[in-house]
Antibody, heavy 119, light 105 residues
């Protein structure tokens, strides 16, 4: 069974960098795309971007200037960095496996981690 | 950028059929999928490739996609189906609809 687990600080100060890690078990990171999605409290889902095991990425244009994703194949992990955060970046952050066919469905999700941006 | 539009809310009586729509320009030319999200939980994929159900998803969930509209249909709706539902498509990026709150009353 595929399992994803997000980890990282739950509180980040404005203007600083949000850093999260997603550890994948039950599947090799060397297949599929691996996505980050966020959900502000009480609001809808926003796709942040994906990374492939080769390191190729595709980011949401609205966040592209602030986002960096990395893959760590030996650890079966992916990571997310979001710079210059503001309170508007407060959200539950999810990692998910993205199947690169058809609608590119996100078929396995982590439990999510709440990141609050506040001083 | 590509946009998907869903009604904010849909209500249905137990045992009846619920239909949730998702509209986008020529959406029928793309594939759509649907997620269910219950409070405090992660989204769960319930329909992909317009009509396919992942393993473990009840048969009462079905999907269609034609023209500018994709539709998620829940037949014989149960109280446990009360949740937020999101449509999603691929337009060189992942695009989500705004979500629909399904109330079973």
């Amino acid at each position: 069974q595929v399992h994803l687990q997000e980890s990282g600080p739950g509180l980040v100060k404005p203007s600083e960098t949000l850093s999260l890690t997603c550890t994948v078990s039950g599947a090799s990171i060397s297949s599929y795309y691996w996505s980050w999605i966020r959900q502000p409290p009480g609001k809808g889902l926003e796709w942040i971007g994906y990374i492939y095991h080769s390191g190729s990425t595709n980011y949401n244009p609205s966040l592209k200037s602030r986002v960096t994703m990395s893959v760590h194949t030996s650890k079966n992990q992916i990571s997310l960095k979001l710079i210059s955060v503001t309170p508007a970046d407060t959200a539950v952050y999810y990692c998910a496996r993205q199947n690169p066919t058809g609608s590119h469905p996100l078929d396995y999700w982590g439990q999510g981690t709440l990141v609050t941006v506040s001083s | 950028s590509y946009e998907l539009t869903q009604p904010p809310s849909v209500s249905v009586s137990p045992g009846q059929t619920a239909s949730i729509t998702c509209s986008g320009d020529k959406l029928g030319n793309k594939f759509a999928c649907w997620y269910q999200q219950k409070p405090g939980q992660s989204p769960v994929l319930v329909i992909y490739q317009d009509t396919k159900r992942p393993s473990g998803i009840p048969e009462r969930f079905s999907g269609s996609n034609s023209g500018n509209t994709a539709t998620l249909t829940i037949s014989g709706t149960q109280a446990m189906d009360e949740a937020d539902y999101y449509c999603q498509a691929w337009d060189n990026t992942v695009v989500f609809g705004g979500g629909t709150k399904l109330t079973v009353l």
